[in-house]
């Protein structure tokens, strides 16, 4: 563990904001990483934990606060839980698309379709990650975290961070504070082993990027490189020649909203169902039945519909800016907001309001930020 001399988050951040921290700390492995998060929190100052900075948008002010700098790095393989399927434990500071690659080489499926996503493994479960019909949760069983409240290091089941579309309990939302206040040390992933052979695509979302059939197959190689250059060709794979990649990614969510909601949006808006959650069983004592079963009321699943379909139809081009401003759309799609070489934190806070606001006018939805906001509103 290492103090070095503060530098701004604008140098670390894919969106390239970000003002000048009181401090910083480097924690090369978990258990320097362990060490300045207890000291940090027995302080009782604010703390920033840093990854990738690929999902962060950071004010332009001086930052009261310490940043912590995740930079540990391992892939560890553990005893296979059953038969055709590994287990791996990574360490948080691992680079996600860097997992994503060496899972690709040994023949292991599961978050192949996530190839090009920056950003750390210790991110990833935070927001859920997912892209092209996979997501995190598909494949995750635990994360070694430690708790604020208590500095206990855990072993947490995936079930307990309520990873829902693009959330967790760990995220917070909007600039406010997570439900629970932890940071990941590891994360522990199953994964089908497949080696070389094809496996069968069977989301259309992901067919549809590959330019499949239904029932064709495809090795995970191929499936990385197209997703790959599907993500290039959208602005989406961090290239320093490329403005459009100074973003920090899909900046607004996808919106989910009821069945009714859906219904008052224009038929050509794309939509796509949101499994409802199953619920509780209902149980009935033997001594209590009748022979007579209780209806059960049909869930009807809320609708995903496309926030850059939104984003298009209330106005907004490919590469929209405010006149002088220094941030805009990006030019591949419109879900992205870019910096295009200086920008301030407010240039680009000013143009999500003012999409956001044509937005809801349009359409009467309000579109929810994906990055964290540190010292900044929208």
């Known amino acids: 563990m290492a103090e070095i001399t503060p530098v701004p988050l604008a140098a670390l951040t894919t969106l390239g904001t970000g003002g000048t921290p009181a401090r910083m700390i480097d924690a090369n492995t978990t258990d320097e990483l362990i060490t300045a998060l207890r000291e940090e929190w027995s302080y009782g100052g604010r703390c920033l934990v840093l990854g990738g900075g690929s999902n962060l948008f950071v004010g332009d002010g001086p930052l009261d606060l310490t940043v912590i700098r995740v930079l540990t790095h391992g892939i560890e393989r553990l005893p296979d839980p059953q038969s055709g399927v590994a287990r791996v434990r990574v360490a948080a500071g691992h680079g996600w698309d860097d997992l994503v690659a060496y899972t690709v080489g040994e023949g292991l499926a599961g978050i192949e379709a996530l190839s090009g996503i920056p950003g750390t493994v210790g991110a990833a479960p935070v927001q859920n990650i997912g892209a092209y019909g996979q997501e995190i949760v598909q494949t995750l069983v635990s994360v070694q975290l430690i708790d604020e409240s208590t500095m206990e290091v855990l072993e947490v089941p995936a079930a307990e961070l309520?990873?829902?579309?693009?959330?967790?309990?760990?995220?917070?939302?909007?600039?406010?504070?997570?439900?629970?206040e932890a940071v990941i040390l590891t994360v522990t992933l199953d994964l089908a082993i497949v080696g070389d052979a094809g496996i069968a695509i069977?989301?259309?979302?992901?067919?549809?990027?590959?330019?499949?059939?239904?029932?064709?197959?495809?090795?995970?190689?191929?499936?990385?490189?197209?997703?790959?250059?599907?993500?290039?060709?959208?602005?989406?794979?961090?290239?320093?020649?490329?403005?459009?990649?100074?973003?920090?990614?899909?900046?607004?969510?996808?919106?989910?909203?009821?069945?009714?909601?859906?219904?008052?949006?224009?038929?050509?808006?794309?939509?796509?169902?949101?499994?409802?959650?199953?619920?509780?069983?209902?149980?009935?004592?033997?001594?209590?039945?009748?022979?007579?079963?209780?209806?059960?009321?049909?869930?009807?699943?809320?609708?995903?519909?496309?926030?850059?379909?939104?984003?298009?139809?209330?106005?907004?081009?490919?590469?929209?800016?405010?006149?002088?401003?220094?941030?805009?759309?990006?030019?591949?799609?419109?879900?992205?907001?870019?910096?295009?070489?200086?920008?301030?934190?407010?240039?680009?806070?000013?143009?999500?309001?003012?999409?956001?606001?044509?937005?809801?006018?349009?359409?009467?939805?309000?579109?929810?930020?994906?990055?964290?906001l540190v010292s900044v509103e929208i």
């Open 162 to 180: 309520k990873l829902g579309f693009r959330t967790s309990v760990l995220k917070a939302h909007d600039g406010g504070v997570p439900i629970r």
């Open 202 to 372: 069977g989301g259309a979302q992901l067919r549809n990027a590959l330019g499949l059939a239904d029932g064709d197959t495809a090795a995970l190689a191929d499936i990385r490189t197209r997703i790959l250059q599907v993500r290039a060709g959208k602005g989406m794979v961090l290239d320093p020649a490329d403005p459009d990649t100074n973003s920090a990614g899909s900046f607004f969510q996808n919106a989910v909203v009821s069945e009714t909601v859906a219904r008052t949006l224009p038929e050509d808006c794309p939509r796509w169902p949101v499994a409802p959650d199953s619920g509780t069983a209902t149980v009935i004592p033997l001594t209590a039945f009748d022979g007579s079963v209780p209806s059960l009321d049909a869930q009807v699943p809320d609708v995903k519909v496309s926030a850059a379909w939104l984003i298009e139809h209330a106005g907004f081009a490919k590469g929209f800016h405010l006149p002088g401003s220094r941030a805009s759309l990006s030019t591949k799609h419109t879900l992205a907001l870019t910096n295009r070489g200086g920008a301030r934190a407010e240039e680009i806070a000013e143009l999500a309001r003012f999409v956001r606001t044509r937005v809801l006018q349009e359409y009467g939805l309000m579109l929810r930020p994906e990055p964290v």
